[in-house]
């Protein structure tokens, strides 16, 4: 497998975007979000979705040079129509405008329709977060079908629906929560199956509805399980209605609700001060995970650890040693750049 370095594959997927009609500085940041992803060892949300960008920008269904724009305001809400340009850049921009109508009024929500893939949802409330806020966030659709079967089904409802959500830490990065409310990221199962491997049992089932293991049931009418039985379902449910249905931008399976291909993005950003002194949260939360991951871990685990922390692990080990791509990954990314006349 190719081993990249970050600072190599920022440059390519820059130039890539670039040479497909974004503006430098989106195509820098839509860059430095993917890259990001494959640093914190996520790489369902990494270089592997330049490809797919670069598809819904030929098929229309992403313009690379569209902004975002506020459709209703309050003085504590939001709801933007992103226009279908990256999710990244509507969703990074929606989130600003939140943090600084928390400043004033202490708490701001705000909705995003017309929204391509926003990659990491956890990033968003890590922003709240870092300007002492608690932010949280939830992410419906995403693809041009259901994906998740509900607890109990045998056909797909929803999407992967993540939700997120993140805290202040006095002196330290902030704790950050962010999964899918699906058993794992579908994702995944490309990196899997561009690895050539096949899947952990309870991950998803063929288009009848039988469990399989084979990454190319899914991709065959397959769904994907709920994380955590009944209770991922029900998250997942909460996720459809604040992301998809609150905002407008409509549910998968819902034909009349004007659904169409990307997401459907909530946000709220939470103003601690308006509670208690930020600086006593912050010192409470740092108290909170020191006593936690002091816990002793049972067998095979190697010691309780917070949200978010094994992510920054990998992200140390894979600056220092580079980014593993698939090789079938890294052949569609060169391919596609050779197509746009970039120089690798």
Same mark, same amino acid.
């Given at each position: ?6 600072? @190599? ?8 975007? @670039? ?9 820098? *940041? ?28 030929? +098929?229309? &269904?992403?313009?690379?040079?569209? @902004?975002?724009? /506020? ?16 999710? @990244? /850049? ?7 405008? *939140? ?21 990491? !949802? +956890? ?45 202040? $830490? ?12 699906? !058993? ?5 199962? &490309? ?15 063929? &288009? ?13 009418? +397959?769904? *994907? ?6 209770? +991922? ?11 998809? *249905? ?25 103003? !601690? ?7 006593? #949260? ?9 006593? $936690? ?10 010691? $309780? ?8 692990? $990998? &992200? ?16 569609? /990314? ?5 197509? #746009?006349?970039?120089?690798?």
């Amino acid at each position: 497998m190719p081993v990249i370095d970050s600072v @190599q594959l920022r440059t390519l997927a820059k130039a890539i975007f @670039q040479a497909a009609g974004a503006p430098a500085a989106a195509a820098a *940041l839509v860059a430095d979000a993917l890259v990001e992803a494959n640093l914190a060892g996520h790489d369902s949300h990494g270089v592997n979705r330049i490809v797919e960008y670069l598809g819904h920008i030929r +098929g229309g &269904r992403l313009d690379p040079a569209q @902004q975002a724009e /506020i459709i209703k305001e309050t003085a504590t809400t939001l709801l933007v129509d992103g226009h279908w340009g990256f999710g @990244q /850049i509507s969703a990074r921009w929606t989130m600003e405008q *939140l943090i600084e109508k928390a400043r004033i009024q202490h708490m701001a929500a705000a909705g995003i329709f017309n929204c391509g893939h926003v990659g990491l !949802v +956890g990033t968003y409330p890590e922003m709240a977060a870092e300007h002492g806020m608690i932010g949280l966030a939830f992410v419906s659709g995403g693809g041009s079908k259901p994906r998740v079967a509900p607890f109990g089904g045998t056909r797909a409802a929803f999407g992967t629906n993540p939700l997120a959500a993140a805290f202040p $830490v006095k002196d330290g990065r902030p704790i950050v929560l962010d999964f899918s409310t699906a !058993v794992v990221a579908s994702g995944k199962i &490309r990196v899997l199956r561009d690895k050539g491997e096949s899947l952990p049992d309870g991950w998803i089932l063929d &288009r009848e509805g039988r469990p399989s293991r084979d990454p190319a049931d899914y991709y065959d009418g +397959g769904m *994907l399980l709920p994380a955590a039985g009944h209770k +991922g379902y029900a998250l997942g449910l909460l996720v459809e209605v604040l992301g998809g *249905l609150l905002t407008g931008a409509g549910s998968l399976i819902l034909p009349e609700s004007g659904y169409k291909v990307g997401n459907g993005v909530f946000f709220m950003a939470v103003d !601690v001060n308006a509670f208690r002194p930020v600086e006593e #949260l912050a010192q409470q939360v740092r108290e909170l995970g020191e006593t $936690v991951t002091a816990i002793p871990s049972m067998k095979p685990y190697n010691g $309780v650890v917070l949200p978010g922390e094994i992510e920054r692990r $990998v &992200r140390e080990q894979r600056l220092t040693e580079g980014i593993p791509v698939p090789q079938a990954t890294w052949e569609k /990314i060169l391919s596609a750049a050779a197509d #746009l006349g970039v120089s690798t």
